[in-house]
């Protein structure tokens, strides 16, 4: 009978008259800049290269650099488990625990590369590491148009040589575009401790 009555005073309280406030709309220039993810495995492309650098039993201390990718007017994620090795165990849906880590590595699906101390990658090492393709014509399965040239940005500003050597540092926001101009992100919002 307690049980009754707590299920029935619990069900109760569901219309209690509280109404949720409306939300604002999102700033319009972050509209501008949000593309879907694209479907299909030239945009979800798995890991496939080596795993560069010393391969150590720990993640060990590491500085994190966001990078995005933009192809036919769509998000292409850039995998969980570059720079691991098997086994790796996953929790909510990010590594947790691999064999070993490389130099630069991903732990989820979200454009967060986590850098070891002290090293110092560029772009080209992620795509290596990610087996992707990655020339000023190319990006993954992504060809630029006939007299065109991928398109990189760093902190929001456009990268004048080609993508391969851009350096990837703490807290860099790069971005790289094969297609439609997607208003480039100028920062990320990294999670404590990288």
């Known amino acids: 009978m307690a049980a009754t009555a707590m299920l029935i005073t619990a ?6 008259g509280r109404h949720l406030q409306p939300q604002p709309a999102p700033p319009a220039a972050l509209v501008a800049q949000a593309r879907p993810i694209g479907r299909g495995a030239a945009f979800q492309p ?17 500085v994190g650099a966001h990078v995005e990718v933009f192809a036919a007017d769509r998000v292409v994620l850039i995998p969980t488990g570059i720079g ?71 902190d929001g500003r456009r990268w004048p040589a080609a993508p ?10 790069i971005v790289l575009e094969v297609g439609p101009y997607v208003p480039p992100h100028a920062s990320y919002t990294f999670p404590p401790g990288t």
Do not use: K, M
Request: charged share 20%; glycine share 14%.
């Open 164 to 173: 391969r050597g851009v350096p990837i540092r703490s807290h860099s926001e």
């Open 46 to 62: 798995p890991v496939s290269g080596p795993v560069l650098g010393r391969c150590a039993p720990r993640l060990g201390s590491r």
């Open 11 to 16: 069900v109760s309280g569901c219309g209690s």
């Open 84 to 154: 691991t090795e098997p086994p790796r165990r996953f929790f909510s849906g990010r590594i947790s625990r691999a064999g070993c880590y490389g130099e630069l590595v991903t732990l989820d699906p979200t454009g967060l590369v986590l850098i070891r101390s002290g090293a110092r990658p560029v772009l080209g090492d992620l795509f290596r590491s990610w087996g992707q393709p990655l020339t000023s014509r190319r990006v993954g399965s992504f060809s630029v148009a006939r007299a065109a040239r991928v398109q990189v940005f760093v």
